[in-house]
């Protein structure tokens, strides 16, 4: 009887310790003013990392970052995802910085051909007063570990384009194709000014990112990528012997088109180039001409 229950002495230490080894192992830490919770599960660890502020004899914890590690493979996700402006980031624990959300103003120009950034020779712009001004309001990002030097950004935005003829001409829709349509070739004296065609618009921009930091400040940073387009409130607008008048709708203008986005800056500001993959009109109902801008822009 005493052997037996010395051998239950012996094997039970053991077959709790075997159970033990499969339950979650927690462990917390305190550094710097800082609180990091471990959670170790099977072959999976969570690390969750909370800055901690000194307030009388308690401690207040937000939670700034939670990584996940499985099979040597981390993934990380913050609880800031920037999507409105103006929001509060803090900068210290910021590794990837998105440049999707802002205001941009440039001058637009077109082309004959896709990609060629020489003046068509249909149109010919005021180009002092073709431009566009836009902002993008929401955005989203997700950035790639373990350096978070690349990442990728999308955006939702809305503004306004409008292209200014020189000369007598005006955009117009004649017999259903869309035609810049010279005055004199009226049945009556007709005298073209400030002549040009406007239109709003939505924008989804989707780009890769590359930024790195210079001396611990920045970012210095380049983006590219595809940007939907959608198009609204197309008007062909002027005067017309001097009296301002709208002068057509629609005008076979695609409503949606796809743009290439290039930006490069640094921190807050930046430069873009934005290019048209398809022509502004409807094929065979307008003149063939790619839409192309160059701006700048303010990051938030």
């Known amino acids: 009887?005493?052997?037996?229950?010395?051998?239950?002495?012996?094997?039970?230490?053991?077959?709790?310790?075997?159970?033990?080894?499969?339950?979650?192992?927690?462990?917390?830490?305190?550094l710097n003013g800082r609180k990091i919770v471990i959670k170790e599960h099977g072959d999976k660890i969570k690390v969750k990392l909370y800055e901690s502020t000194l307030n009388g004899n308690t401690i207040a914890n937000t939670k700034i970052f939670e990584g996940v590690y499985l099979n040597g493979q981390s993934m990380e996700s913050r609880t800031v995802l920037d999507a409105l402006p103006f929001s509060k980031r803090n900068r210290k624990t910021d590794r990837f910085e998105p440049h999707a959300g802002g205001l941009y103003i440039g001058y637009t120009q077109l082309s004959n051909d896709f990609f060629s950034f020489n003046p068509s020779n249909r149109a010919s712009l005021n180009t002092g007063h073709s431009w566009e001004i836009g902002g993008n309001l929401f955005t989203g990002y997700h950035a790639f570990a373990p350096t978070y030097n690349w990442g990728v950004t999308i955006g939702l935005g809305w503004g306004y384009r409008s292209m200014r003829l020189d000369g007598n001409y005006a955009f117009r829709e004649i017999d259903g194709i869309t035609q810049i349509y010279p005055g004199k070739m009226a049945e009556e004296p007709t005298e073209y000014s400030k002549s040009r065609l406007r239109y709003f618009y939505f924008r989804i921009p989707l780009s890769i990112e590359w930024q790195t930091r210079i001396?611990?400040?920045?970012?210095?940073?380049?983006?590219?990528?595809?940007?939907?387009?959608?198009?609204?409130?197309?008007?062909?607008?002027?005067?017309?012997?001097?009296?301002?008048?709208?002068?057509?709708?629609?005008?076979?203008?695609?409503?949606?088109?796809?743009?290439?986005?290039?930006?490069?800056?640094?921190?807050?500001?930046?430069?873009?180039?934005?290019?048209?993959?398809?022509?502004?009109?409807?094929?065979?109902?307008?003149?063939?001409?790619?839409?192309?801008?160059?701006g700048v822009c303010w990051y938030w």
């Open 215 to 294: 001396n611990g400040r920045g970012p210095l940073f380049f983006a590219v990528g595809p940007e939907a387009e959608i198009r609204h409130g197309v008007k062909s607008k002027g005067k017309i012997n001097g009296v301002k008048k709208t002068f057509d709708k629609g005008l076979n203008v695609r409503p949606l088109g796809i743009n290439v986005l290039a930006q490069a800056g640094y921190a807050d500001l930046g430069v873009y180039m934005r290019y048209s993959t398809y022509g502004l009109f409807e094929k065979n109902k307008g003149p063939e001409l790619y839409p192309f801008s160059f």
């Open 1 to 30: 009887m005493k052997q037996l229950l010395l051998l239950l002495f012996i094997i039970a230490p053991m077959g709790i310790m075997a159970q033990n080894e499969n339950l979650a192992q927690d462990t917390t830490l305190y």
